[in-house]
């Protein structure tokens, strides 16, 4: 049997809203044009192989296994990527009704560096919702929790603006291609950062009812604000403020920046993955001089809209 299944899912950047997100404050999210990949091939067997490949083409991870243990309570194996994936699969199954599944080869591919925080785990959920038919975010909050942005963003057409909702998204398409984004990029911080450690900075506590209708805006302002760079920096460098007062930590421009002369925000769990600058051209040159040689531009990486 040669029966090829072909899906894809984008990464995302999360442009406001981090942390705040999951306590229902509507946050401004971007899809990428970089994917993550899944090929499935169908079987006559029970035996099942799973391959995963990072950017550069590297083999990361495989896995060999057969639908019995597959679909057991517990998988005979002790590599926790494995386990994690045997309960995204199980889960998938339970909650599309899907009990006839079959052995496969599946082929993850990925036009994007897995360690760089663009949603590697995400783009996993969608893809497999795609593939299983089940919900995505049903699949998210089961297996990984989180705010489900990230999966909204891996199907979506353009930038939207998103409402966790207790659990019941909501999301709005909206238009924000800044006319001023030929000086906004983006750099690498040459480290990742795990989400789920993140989230526990938050003190939902310290989100007062001000802060929150500031938060609520801040979506509209970054695109209201994008044709004017002193406006847009005004705009990254109050969100950067009033974070820092819920999460306890520095911006990540007193932490490692603070003589940069342009505006920083960090992009999802702060200290780590990608964060968004502005700045003319020469201002790529100063990250890269403190070793920050990952730094994409905005037409490298947002969505033709």
Same mark, same amino acid.
């Given at each position: 049997m040669n029966d090829k299944k072909k899906f894809k899912a984008q990464g995302k950047f999360l442009i406001t809203g981090e942390y705040a997100v999951l306590n229902n404050v509507p946050a401004l999210a971007m899809p990428l044009k970089l994917n993550q990949y899944l090929e499935i091939s169908d079987r006559d067997d029970q035996v099942i192989t799973w391959k995963s490949y990072n950017n550069n083409g590297d083999l990361w991870y495989q896995l060999a296994t057969n639908v019995p243990d597959l679909c057991s309570d517990s998988i005979n194996c002790s590599n926790p990527i494995s386990l994690k994936l045997s309960k995204i699969l199980n889960t998938a199954l339970q909650l599309? +009704?899907?009990?006839?599944?079959? /052995?496969? &080869?599946?082929?993850?591919t990925l036009d994007f560096d897995r360690h760089s925080g663009m949603g590697t785990s995400s783009t996993l959920i969608s893809l497999i919702s795609q593939w299983l038919g089940c919900n995505p975010y049903q699949l998210q909050f089961k297996c990984f929790g989180g705010s489900g942005y990230d999966i909204a963003c891996a199907r979506a057409s353009k930038s939207l603006v998103y409402s966790y909702n207790n659990a019941d998204p909501v999301v709005e398409e909206v238009t924000f291609d800044p006319a001023i984004k030929e000086c906004i990029f983006f750099v690498y911080l040459n480290r990742k #950062? &795990? +989400?789920? &450690? +993140?989230?526990? #900075? $938050?003190?939902?506590?310290?989100? *007062?009812?001000?802060?929150?209708?500031?938060? *609520?805006?801040?979506? #509209? /302002? $970054?695109?209201?604000?994008?044709?004017?760079?002193s406006e847009f920096n005004k705009?990254? &460098?109050?969100?950067?403020?009033?974070?820092? +007062?819920?999460? /306890?930590?520095?911006?990540?421009?007193?932490q490692l920046f603070e003589d940069y002369e342009g505006s920083i925000k960090s992009l999802g769990g702060w200290g780590g993955d990608f964060v968004m600058a502005t700045g003319g051209v020469d201002a790529r040159d100063y990250f890269k001089d403190k070793g920050y040689n990952e730094i994409l531009e905005w037409d490298e990486v947002a969505l033709k809209t």
């Open positions: 599309s +009704s899907n009990n006839s599944l079959r /052995g496969f &080869d599946a082929v993850m #950062q &795990d +989400s789920r &450690d +993140s989230i526990a #900075q $938050f003190n939902r506590e310290l989100l *007062t009812d001000d802060l929150r209708e500031e938060l *609520t805006n801040m979506p #509209q /302002g $970054f695109i209201s604000a994008s044709n004017n760079v705009y990254i &460098d109050r969100h950067e403020e009033i974070i820092s +007062s819920l999460i /306890g930590l520095l911006p990540i421009k007193k």
